[in-house]
């Protein structure tokens, strides 16, 4: 009975108001992050224990560069 | 080398990692996941035909909208670097066979990693393993070493290239080191490394 009084729900004030340029901007700030620290601990390994190995720093180049272009073609809609 | 050291009179023997189609294999469901979006306009489009005031929802699925660009780069950009974590593991597991030893080096993720080395004169038995179509017909099974040591212990590696080949060398460097005519020659600089590594 008392969930038919409940109010029905809304977003909160703060997502009605916000523009998706801001939306944009923390989405691909999380992604940033998130990535940045995968990137940092990859590479790490890689060179920690690819036992100086020739494919260590191309696999870490490889990887940045896939990722930015992904990364890119994710923002990609929302440039001005 | 970080995780070990070469003794003076060792020498690597072979350096194995699994199997590239074991490796593929394990990108595949990357690859799949990778192209399950796109395969998604093509369904909603079979939809709306049957209903087509929800055609426009559906046609806002389309690469031409930014959100969907934006929910499909993202979702890449994580299959990417799960992959890329899948290529990390795959070329820092190896196995190192020496003149004296075997390291077994076994990376389960980031800040996780066991290594293990055993002498080749505690090896007691090796046994090679290939089941299954593709691992006969390409060439990759299993090895596994065990241990004469009072706790036997069983080595194991998986998705190889050519197990039997590696059981051969492995066999053969343990024949060499038990070998009596070569006893004087190589029994010292054997007992130096093991000297060395304990």
Same mark, same amino acid.
């Given at each position: 009975? &008392?969930?038919?009084?409940?109010?029905?729900? &809304?977003?909160?004030?703060?997502?009605?108001?916000?523009?998706?340029?801001?939306? !944009?901007?923390?989405?691909?700030?999380?992604?940033?992050?998130?990535?940045?620290?995968?990137?940092? =601990?990859?590479?790490?390994?890689? !060179?920690?224990?690819?036992?100086?190995?020739?494919?260590?720093?191309?696999?870490?180049?490889?990887?940045? =560069? !896939?990722?930015?272009?992904?990364?890119?073609?994710? !923002?990609?809609?929302?440039?001005? | 080398?970080?995780? @070990?050291?070469?003794?003076?009179?060792?020498?690597?023997?072979? /350096?194995?990692?699994?199997?590239?189609?074991?490796?593929?294999?394990?990108?595949?469901?990357?690859?799949?996941?990778?192209?399950?979006? $796109?395969?998604?306009?093509?369904?909603?489009?079979?939809?709306?035909?049957?209903?087509? +005031?929800?055609?426009? #929802?559906?046609?806002?699925? #389309? %690469?031409?909208?930014?959100? +969907?660009? $934006?929910?499909?780069?993202?979702?890449?950009?994580?299959?990417?670097? *799960?992959?890329?974590?899948? *290529?990390?593991?795959?070329?820092?597991?190896?196995?190192?066979?020496?003149?004296?030893?075997?390291?077994?080096?076994?990376?389960?993720?980031? @800040?996780?990693?066991?290594? /293990? /080395?055993?002498?080749?004169?505690?090896?007691?038995?090796?046994?090679?393993?290939?089941?299954? %179509? *593709?691992?006969?017909?390409?060439?990759?099974?299993?090895?596994?070493?065990?241990?004469? #040591?009072?706790?036997?212990?069983? *080595?194991?590696?998986?998705?190889?290239?050519?197990?039997?080949?590696?059981?051969?060398?492995?066999?053969?460097?343990?024949?060499?080191?038990?070998?009596?005519?070569?006893?004087?020659?190589?029994?010292?600089?054997?007992?130096?490394?093991?000297?060395?590594?304990?």
């Amino acid at each position: 009975m &008392q969930d038919a009084q409940a109010p029905a729900f &809304q977003l909160g004030p703060a997502f009605q108001v916000m523009e998706p340029a801001k939306i !944009v901007s923390v989405i691909a700030w999380v992604m940033f992050v998130f990535w940045a620290l995968y990137t940092l =601990i990859a590479a790490y390994h890689w !060179v920690r224990y690819g036992q100086n190995s020739s494919v260590a720093i191309p696999a870490i180049i490889t990887h940045i =560069i !896939v990722s930015l272009s992904l990364a890119l073609f994710a !923002v990609s809609g929302f440039a001005p | 080398m970080e995780e @070990f050291k070469l003794e003076p009179g060792e020498h690597v023997i072979r /350096s194995v990692r699994k199997h590239w189609f074991v490796f593929f294999a394990q990108l595949l469901p990357f690859a799949l996941l990778a192209l399950l979006p $796109l395969l998604i306009p093509g369904f909603l489009g079979g939809l709306a035909a049957s209903a087509p +005031a929800a055609e426009a #929802s559906f046609a806002a699925l #389309s %690469l031409a909208n930014e959100w +969907a660009r $934006l929910l499909l780069g993202a979702w890449w950009l994580f299959l990417w670097m *799960f992959a890329f974590n899948t *290529f990390t593991q795959y070329y820092l597991n190896r196995w190192v066979i020496t003149g004296t030893r075997i390291v077994y080096i076994y990376q389960y993720g980031f @800040f996780s990693r066991e290594v /293990s /080395s055993f002498l080749l004169v505690r090896v007691q038995d090796v046994t090679t393993e290939t089941h299954g %179509l *593709f691992a006969t017909l390409l060439g990759y099974g299993n090895l596994v070493v065990q241990t004469a #040591s009072e706790n036997s212990q069983h *080595f194991r590696m998986t998705g190889i290239p050519h197990p039997s080949e590696l059981r051969d060398i492995i066999m053969k460097q343990v024949a060499d080191l038990h070998d009596d005519g070569k006893a004087n020659d190589s029994n010292q600089t054997v007992r130096d490394v093991i000297n060395g590594i304990l």
